[in-house]
């Protein structure tokens, strides 16, 4: 059995090819590469020129350049943006996050723990215990910094 070759999808929404070149410029500008490639490949196919071109010039394949047209052909150059992706739900609401951050700022030993100052490994411990949370040591730094809180200095803005 011998596989049909599909034939191009092709771009039914009109083009207007100064606004598709401004918003290329802006795409560009702001630093939105993969925008920027989706309306340039608009733009190569309002100019007539062929699929497989397309595709080369773009590095992309058949499948990425009918999925933009079809996007193109539904929303415009709405539809043509990128999604930003989801990323993975937060463990910690912001509210659990600013009771935390009460917390830290007072001394461990007020809330039982053996100890003077925090440490990542101690606030580790303080959200399994309380929330039933794990983090990386790493991240935590990062997101208590983010916060304004300073490890070893007791409610010490960074």
Do not use: C, F
């Not at 929404?13 to 795409?27: D, I, M, V, W």
């Not at 047209?69 to 539809?79: M, P, S, V």
């Not at 990323?87 to 007020?110: C, F, M, N, V, Y």
């Not at 809330?111 to 490994?121: F, P, Q, S």
């Amino acid at each position: 059995m011998t596989a049909v070759p599909r034939r191009p999808t092709e771009i039914t929404r009109p083009a207007n090819k100064e606004e598709l070149q401004k918003a290329l410029e802006k795409a560009i500008e702001a630093g939105e590469k993969r925008y920027a490639r989706r309306i340039l490949a608009i733009m190569m196919l309002a100019d007539q020129i062929d699929h497989k071109e397309v595709r080369k010039r773009l590095k992309i394949t058949q499948a990425t350049l009918r999925n933009w047209i079809k996007l193109w052909n539904k929303g415009g150059l709405e539809a043509l943006k990128p999604k930003k992706p989801k990323g993975a739900e937060p463990k910690l609401t912001e509210k659990q996050w600013e009771e935390l951050k009460i917390e830290i700022s007072r001394s461990p030993r007020e809330l039982g723990y053996d100890a003077d100052l925090w440490n990542t490994k101690l606030v580790l411990i303080h959200i399994k215990k309380k929330y039933g949370v794990t983090y990386h040591e790493k991240y935590i730094y990062k997101a208590l910094k983010k916060r304004g809180l300073n490890l070893g200095s007791p409610g010490q803005p960074i």
